[in-house]
């Protein structure tokens, strides 16, 4: 697992480079003054991302040990798996699973545009007038965004939704001029349909509510680069705010070639390496994070522990040695720790209902519960792989990470080198670790000044005064 997530991402991003290049794509994804190829690489990188299939494709093919077949149950994962193949001069057999199921829905996809179509004849584009104010555009149930939102501006109703069109669904089939796709019959790949649907979803209420700016978050879905392909064409504002990072080296592929009218990252550092994996990005800002304030008092002694959802990039060895550690925490620890479950771990991915610790422990629901209040309460979290890391080491928490074997940028790998260490495979030294910081409040001080000041540039604001920036960014674009 040691460099198999960078060298994955680094792939993943050049073959899906070759794979939009190629002449049946262009042909599909250029419609009129619209380039779709953007849009398709990120609903591509999610999709291959998540695939367990894919993964293990990948995993077989860089250990030279792959197997006669694999199955897969798209055809856009079968093109990718090829253009893999002849990258490293391999040859398997690579089998389409389900094709009926796959061709079904393509066929009902295809049905879909095809009456939206008839009823949305003679479709061009055209400029919004009356514009209204800031909208916030959340995509799933991220408390961190949605908190976000309201200290922007507390007017919860002005949250975007592409399926606001649906509330209103005599204005559905009204005759605004607005671009549709026309050449889809020449399409046979049911995530293309998919994207041109959603699409049209984000267009048609984006006509209703007649936005002059549209804020998003975290920026690595296909709805974002939607939103800036719209914002070119009709003349609304489209902003992204950082929400999150990635620890490793390279980050991963559905954060390069973003772009937006205008980007607000938490630091110096991310603004160097946004514009560095975003050539067209032209406009990016250092605004920090406002969900997070510098710690007044070292003083307060809990212990949190952050969890993370399913992940590709953990092996089953390493989870296990996570639960371990977290159960020999809460019955060491008791209670002084705070558990903070992942906000999409809808699966109890971490058995906590099993787990043998008492009730005194703190569980903290990443829904009601700010992250900002969570590492207030913390002088130690415990972690395996969260970006949650950065901003706790920001602000003078101190993380504790058990080593996935995962490439980590220069800051977080130099946490291995401190006194005691702060990242290990070892169970043993990750115990030792976080006993001697817990009974030391002098290490623990000195540790925590010499962190903050480490990654001082990875966030540059916090709180009021980054919500003051934010605020401004936005301002100016009205």
């Known amino acids: 697992m040691t460099d198999f997530s960078i060298r994955f991402e680094k792939d993943l991003l050049s073959c899906l480079k070759i794979l939009v290049s190629k002449k049946k794509f262009k042909e599909i994804l250029k419609q009129n003054d619209y380039d779709f190829s953007n849009c398709f690489v990120k609903g591509l990188i999610a999709k291959l991302s998540a695939s367990k299939e894919f993964q293990l494709f990948v995993q077989d093919l860089y250990s030279k040990k792959l197997f006669k077949k694999y199955y897969f149950s798209s055809v856009e994962e079968i093109e990718v798996a090829e253009i893999f193949l002849k990258k490293y001069k391999f040859k398997t057999s690579l089998i389409f699973k389900n094709k009926l199921i796959y061709y079904f829905y393509n066929y009902l996809s295809k049905m879909i545009i095809k009456i939206l179509i008839f009823f949305l004849n003679n479709q061009s584009n055209y400029y919004l007038k009356n514009l209204n104010n800031i909208f916030f555009y959340t995509i799933g149930y991220h408390s961190c965004s949605l908190e976000t939102s309201r200290k922007i501006n507390s007017d919860i109703k002005k949250i975007f939704t592409k399926f606001y069109v649906l509330k209103n669904f005599l204005y559905f089939f009204t005759t605004q001029k607005n671009f549709f796709i026309k050449n889809y019959p020449n399409n046979n790949y049911l995530l293309i349909n998919k994207m041109w649907l959603n699409f049209f979803l984000i267009q048609r209420s984006i006509t209703i509510l007649k936005p002059k700016i549209i804020v998003s978050f975290e920026g690595d879905a296909w709805d974002h680069e939607m939103l800036y392909l719209l914002s070119k064409k009709i003349g609304f504002k489209s902003i992204m705010v950082q929400t999150s990072t990635d620890l490793e080296v390279i980050q991963k592929a559905g954060f390069h070639n973003l772009t937006q009218t205008k980007m607000l990252v938490w630091g110096k550092h991310y603004q160097k390496i946004y514009y560095k994996n975003c050539p067209n990005q032209k406009i990016i800002k250092v605004v920090g994070n406002s969900l997070i304030s510098k710690k007044k008092k070292l003083s307060k002694n809990k212990i949190g522990i952050l969890l993370q959802r399913r992940n590709n990039k953990i092996s089953s060895e390493d989870l296990e040695k996570f639960k371990k550690l977290i159960n020999w925490l ?41 992250m900002g209040k969570t590492l207030n309460e913390c002088s130690i979290v415990f972690v395996k792989y969260s970006s949650t890391v950065v901003e706790a080491a920001s602000i003078g928490v101190i993380p504790v990470i058990l080593d996935s074997s995962l490439k980590f940028e220069k800051k977080i790998d130099e946490l291995r080198n401190y006194d005691p260490p702060l990242i290990s495979r070892s169970i043993d030294q990750i115990k030792k670790t976080i006993t001697i910081l817990y009974n030391n409040n002098k290490k623990r001080g000195h540790i925590s000044k010499k962190i903050s000041n480490k990654f001082r540039n990875h966030i540059n604001y916090f709180g009021k005064d980054s919500l003051k920036r934010i605020k401004s960014e936005i301002k100016a674009e009205i």
Do not use: A, G, Q
């Not at 558990?339 to 422990?361: G, V």
């Open 330 to 370: 809460c019955k060491t620890f008791n209670k002084k720790i705070i558990i903070r479950p992942h906000p999409l771990d809808d699966e109890d991915y971490y058995n906590l209902k099993k787990m043998t610790f008492k009730n005194e422990i703190i569980i903290h629901h990443p829904r009601k519960v700010p």
